[in-house]
């Protein structure tokens, strides 16, 4: 029997993963939610445009605690293959500092 959620938040846990897994997250959470359901995601959307957010090798070099981003035309687009509508909402810098979230 499949257990579905009626809505979840998650508070910017995603912004210490690579936007591989931000995506795979998002996917996932879409597919736990029961229709109609609701979900708050908080999400780095773009911290610095000269980095690559899919280079797991210069994530590995670079070591330590790191803050990733996945763009949201990306969120989007994951978020509505899955079947769930989506409504991205840019916040500024909120609770990243630099960028936008």
Known sequence: QTAYLAQFCD????????????????????????PGGKAWIHIPTMIDESRDPCDLEASIQAGGMQMHYTTAAAIQQVVEERGCDVKVQNRGGFGIGAGLS
């Open 11 to 34: 508070a910017l846990k995603l912004g210490g993963k690579v936007s591989p897994l931000q995506t795979a997250y998002l996917a996932q959470s879409c597919d736990a939610l029961k």
